[in-house]
């Protein structure tokens, strides 16, 4: 409890940044709207990392404590996954495999998040918009990206770079 009866500012964080990574992951997910094509038996599992790895690498200068933040919305991620393993993993799993995996998934694009940022701040939009295309490639399928798929990818890509500033300010 707050010291003025609202939740503390980091439970407040931690609901809003799960909050906004449900509901991109929810798009993402959604056949009708993304055109990712879920062919691993993880691949929801891997969207929903990377949908708050998306957020986190948008907010976390907004977050007092980003690195906590992170952890606690992982771990809430990986329960709430467990709960639903023929959705998430196509079939039952240890739950430590799955907070590894989890764990794993979430430092890969993490880092090529922060690729994406580095190769984008030096003028190469094409090049940083590549990243995420490989990086939803990777949740689709463990083949290599098919002619046709680049420009499927690359909407998406684009639908999300239109979201950061939605995403920005939905942080609490």
């Not at 707050?2 to 798009?27: A, C, D, M, N």
């Not at 929903?48 to 992982?74: I, Q, W």
């Not at 994406?116 to 939803?136: E, F, H, K, T």
Request: proline residues 4%.
């Amino acid at each position: 409890m707050g010291w003025f009866g609202g939740k503390p500012r980091h439970e407040q964080t931690v609901e809003s940044v799960l909050q906004i990574t449900g509901k991109l992951y929810e798009t993402l997910a959604d056949p009708h709207h993304a055109a990712l094509r879920f062919r691993r038996p993880d691949s929801r599992f891997r969207c929903l990392f990377f949908s708050l790895s998306t957020v986190h690498g948008v907010c976390a200068s907004r977050m007092k404590n980003p690195d906590a933040v992170l952890n606690e919305c992982a771990h809430c991620l990986v329960k709430y996954a467990l709960a639903e393993q023929d959705t998430f993993f196509g079939g039952e799993i240890e739950p430590q495999r799955a907070a590894n995996a989890g764990g794993a998934y979430l430092q890969d694009y993490l880092n090529r998040w922060s690729s994406y940022i580095d190769i984008r701040s030096s003028g190469n939009q094409q090049a940083a918009r590549s990243v995420v295309s490989s990086m939803l490639a990777d949740i689709e399928s463990a083949q290599p990206v098919a002619p046709g798929d680049s420009q499927r990818l690359g909407v998406v890509v684009s639908w999300i770079e239109g979201k950061f500033d939605d995403i920005h300010s939905a942080v609490k």
